[in-house]
């Protein structure tokens, strides 16, 4: 029997896994035999990782050790790509019928979700004494509204630039030991671009997949505090804000330096990070 209410996981980083059952009805109490054992009880896992090989081992490593400790549970887990995940889980909602764990993504898609009675408030269990050593505080913030709590970290993602030492050896550029400005960051672009070198490019077929590095070049303009004061809607922070508008115009600027069609998906940004 599954529970109507979901609980979601957070995944830092903008995204979550949603977990949900609702008790059992209580047997009756037998005068002279024994209580029967429950029934077989059935959760369903929507992940966004198929093809992840390491994921999904760990997946079914964790699954593996939990239905160990509660036998009378039997997790099925059905592995998407993003966009699939996305239509299946609004079809879902909709006819009222959610698998009883996914992954989200936490800000305005959990609250809504939350509003329609579809997450259950985890405030308490987040406030235990382990969860709190275990827990982050700020990992909480994507998945907290009106002071509860609806999701629980599991895993986190950091981005990383990589260089080419050979490369910049060869075309007389420094590798920075520290932060790069942003002439600097431009003056390697331009140099390799005039070498005949593509020197960086991003996967954007999806819209979601440029957003982390504008919201990069948010974060080093204007610092985290602007971000998150607007992502909460805190009065008078909003998206036009100066570092909104600043980080867009240095995207475009890469956008525009010359690169040759096809290297881009789209030409969308055109040069923009990699991580």
């Given at each position: ?24 009805a209580p ?21 966004v ?12 490593y ?6 160990k400790k509660h ?8 592995d ?47 406030n ?8 982050p ?31 910049f050896?060869?075309?007389?550029l ?13 003056e ?35 610092g ?26 240095r995207?475009e600027?890469?956008?525009?330096i ?5 290297r ?6 055109g ?5």
């Amino acid at each position: 029997m599954k529970k109507n209410i979901v609980v979601v996981l957070l995944m830092i980083l903008g995204a979550m896994l949603i977990w949900g059952c609702v008790p059992q009805a209580p047997l009756p109490e037998a005068e002279e035999a024994p209580t029967p054992p429950p029934g077989k009880v059935e959760l369903e896992w929507w992940t966004v990782q198929a093809g992840e090989q390491t994921s999904i081992g760990y997946w079914d490593y964790i699954i593996e050790e939990f239905e160990k400790k509660h036998p009378n549970v039997e997790v099925k887990r059905v592995d998407m790509i993003d966009e699939d995940f996305k239509t299946g889980l609004t079809s879902s909602m909709a006819a009222g019928i959610p698998p009883d764990l996914w992954f989200s993504w936490g800000g305005g898609i959990l609250k809504a979700q939350v509003d329609a009675g579809h997450v259950a408030d985890l405030t308490d269990l987040l406030n235990e004494p382990w969860a709190k050593e275990v827990v982050p505080r700020p990992a909480l913030a994507q998945s907290t509204f009106d002071g509860k709590h609806y999701a629980f970290p599991f895993t986190i993602w950091v981005g990383h630039l990589y260089v080419n030492r050979e490369l910049f050896d060869k075309y007389g550029l420094e590798v920075p030991k520290e932060p790069w400005s942003w002439d600097e960051f431009k003056e390697a672009i331009e140099t390799f671009k005039a070498n005949g070198v593509i020197p960086i490019t991003v996967g954007g077929k999806e819209k979601w997949e440029l957003s982390f590095y504008y919201m990069y070049l948010v974060d080093r303009i204007g610092g985290s505090e602007i971000f998150r004061k607007t992502i909460n809607r805190v009065a008078g922070y909003t998206f036009e804000d100066p570092t909104f508008v600043q980080a867009g115009v240095r995207a475009e600027e890469l956008a525009q330096i010359p690169t040759d069609r096809g290297r881009t998906n789209n030409l969308r940004l055109g040069l923009l990070l990699m991580t």
